[in-house]
C-alpha cells in the first residue's frame, strides 16, 4: 500500500532532513532510490519529533553508494559489514536494504548482508512490526506501507509483521517498550507469537537497551509489564514474576498486590519524569525494584494484619540479582539499591520530626536526597484510590535545600591539608582525625572551615601523641 503523507521534515531535526534530501537527490541521479524507514516516518504519523533517522537505498551496489556519500559527507564506515553508513556529526544512518539469515540461536544469530536489489516490499517484511514497517520518499511524498502500519497506528495496535518475527527474540522485549512508549494496545496474534518464544541467553546489553527504553522514554510502562506478565516473559525476571500475588494489608495497599501497586508507581514515576536520562534511569529502576524484599518477608500476623518488616532492607537481595541479569554497570546498580534500602526513609523521618543530623546522615549515605524523594513519591502515588499527596517529600526536600545536601552528600570540611598546617605529619592518624571532624560536621558541631579548624584544633590538643 502506498499513499501520500504530510512531510517527515517536522518530526526530523533540520540538518538531518536536509541531508535526507540532497542523498535522495544523488541516488536518483545515479538510478537510484532513497527513502526515510522506520522510527522518523512512525513518528512523523504519530506528530511526534524523532531525534535520529534511518534511510535506505534502492538500486545502488554499495561501493557506488559509499563514493555518492563521501562526495557530501564525512562517513564513517564502522558498520559497513551490515551494509550501514554514519554520517559524521548527523544523527542519520544510510544502509542498503538487509538480508538476514538465522544461522544459531539468540540475537547475534543471524548472517547479514546488504542486498541493493532488493524491494521496498521485501525490506519492509523483515522489519518488526507494522508500525515500523514503513518507508516515505521526500522526493515525491510517498508513504509505503505494505502492512498496513498507519492503520494500526490509528487503532494503536502493535502488531508483527511476519512469521518471521519469532527468529529474533529480542522483538518480545521491544514490544514491551513499544507498548509502553505509544500507549498501544498488542494484537492478539502477537501475543500469542510471543508466548511461544524463549530469550535463547540474548546478550545482557541487549536486554538492557530495551528496559532502558521502557523506564526512560515509557509513558505508561505499565503496559508494557502487563505484556510481560501476559506473554509469559515475566517468568524471566524471576524478581518481578514474584511480585504477582504477593498480597499487601488493603488498608494502605487498596490498589492490590505488590504487582498491581509497582506497575501503579512506575506510571506515577514516568508522570514525573524530569528528562535527564541518566536520572530517570536510576530512579525509574529504583522504583521498579522497590518492593522486591516483599515476597520473602510478607506475612499475616495473629490480628490478621498483612506485614511485611525490613523489605525495604531485604529487597537489596532480589534487586542486585534483577539488575546484574540486565547490566554490569556497577556505580548504576549502587545508585539503585542504596534508594531500594531508603525507600521508607522520607516518610520516617518526616513522621519523626528529625534532627539537621539525621538529614545530613540521609544524605551522606544515599548521597542525592532529591533521587531518594522521586523513589518514595512514586511509591505514595501507587495506591489508587488514596491520594498521592506527600507532605513528608516537600518537608524532606526544603530540609536538604536548606542544608546544601538536596542533590550532593555533605562535602567534609577538614581535609588533610588542615592537619599539616596544625604542624602534624601525615600518618595513620590523620584517617582517625578526619572521620571525627565529618562525624562532628554531621551533627552540626560547625558550619564553616574556621569553625571545623576550631574544631580539629581541639582534638588535636586533647591528645599529645599527636604532636610533631
Not at 235 to 242: G, M, R, W
Not at 358 to 370: E, F, H, S, Y
Not at 429 to 445: K, N, R, V
Request: net charge negative; charged share 30%.
Amino acid at each position: 500500500m502506498s499513499s501520500k503523507i504530510a512531510s517527515v521534515e517536522k518530526a526530523l531535526n533540520p540538518a538531518e532532513y536536509a541531508a535526507g534530501v540532497k542523498i535522495a537527490r544523488a541516488v536518483k541521479e545515479a538510478g537510484g532510490r532513497a527513502l526515510f524507514v522506520g522510527g522518523c516516518v512512525r513518528d512523523a504519523l504519530l506528530g511526534l519529533r524523532s531525534k535520529d533517522a534511518d534511510m535506505e537505498v534502492f538500486g545502488l551496489e554499495e561501493a557506488v553508494l559509499l563514493k555518492l556519500l563521501r562526495r557530501r559527507f564525512e562517513v564513517n564506515v564502522v558498520g559497513r559489514a551490515f551494509g550501514v553508513f554514519k554520517l559524521r556529526g548527523l544523527e542519520l544512518d544510510v544502509s542498503l536494504p538487509r538480508r538476514e539469515s538465522k544461522q544459531g540461536t539468540g540475537h547475534r544469530g543471524f548472517a547479514v548482508t546488504g542486498d541493493p536489489h532488493m524491494s521496498p516490499l521485501e525490506a519492509a517484511s523483515r522489519r518488526d512490526f507494522t508500525i515500523n514497517a514503513l518507508s516515505w520518499d521526500p522526493l515525491s511524498d510517498e508513504l509505503i506501507d505494505p502492512f498496513n502500519g498507519r492503520a494500526d497506528l490509528e487503532k494503536r495496535l502493535l502488531r508483527h509483521t511476519s512469521d518471521k518475527f519469532s527468529e529474533d527474540p529480542l522483538r518480545v522485549l521491544r514490544a514491551m517498550q513499544f507498548l509502553a512508549r505509544f500507549e498501544l494496545a498488542i494484537a492478539p496474534e502477537t501475543l500469542e507469537l510471543c508466548r511461544s518464544i524463549t530469550p535463547e541467553n540474548l546478550p545482557r546489553e541487549r536486554l538492557f537497551a530495551e528496559w532502558e527504553k521502557l523506564i526512560v522514554k515509557g509513558v505508561r510502562p505499565s503496559l508494557g509489564l502487563t505484556f510481560l506478565k501476559e506473554s509469559g516473559w515475566v517468568q524471566y525476571t524471576p524478581e518481578l514474576d514474584a511480585l504477582i500475588d504477593c498480597q499487601q494489608d488493603p488498608k494502605w495497599h487498596p490498589e492490590g498486590d505488590v504487582w498491581t501497586h509497582t506497575l501503579h508507581c512506575m506510571d506515577a514515576f514516568a508522570a514525573q519524569r524530569t528528562g535527564d536520562a541518566w536520572e530517570d534511569l536510576v530512579v525509574g529502576l529504583a522504583v521498579l525494584c522497590h518492593d522486591m524484599g516483599k515476597p520473602g518477608t510478607t506475612y499475616t500476623d495473629e490480628d490478621g494484619r498483612i506485614r511485611s518488616p525490613r523489605h525495604d532492607v531485604e529487597g537489596i537481595i532480589p534487586a542486585e540479582k534483577f539488575l546484574r541479569r540486565l547490566t554490569n554497570q556497577q556505580q548504576l546498580i549502587e545508585d539503585v539499591l542504596i534508594l531500594v534500602e531508603t525507600h521508607m526513609r522520607p516518610a520516617l523521618l518526616h513522621k519523626d520530626e528529625a534532627s539537621d543530623s539525621a538529614v545530613r546522615r540521609l544524605a551522606r549515605k544515599v548521597g542525592r536526597i532529591d533521587r531518594l524523594i522521586r523513589v518514595a513519591q512514586a511509591d505514595m502515588g501507587g495506591r489508587p484510590p488514596l491520594s498521592a499527596d506527600f507532605p513528608a517529600g516537600q518537608w524532606l526536600l526544603d530540609r536538604a535545600d536548606n542544608l546544601a545536601v538536596k542533590d550532593a552528600a555533605p562535602a567534609p570540611i577538614i581535609q588533610g591539608r588542615h592537619l599539616i598546617a596544625l604542624g602534624l605529619k601525615p600518618g595513620k592518624h590523620f584517617s582517625p582525625l578526619i572521620d571525627a571532624c565529618y562525624e562532628a560536621q554531621l551533627d552540626g558541631a560547625f558550619h564553616d572551615e574556621a569553625g571545623a579548624v576550631a574544631y580539629l584544633r581541639g582534638l588535636v590538643n586533647k591528645d599529645d601523641t599527636l604532636s610533631c
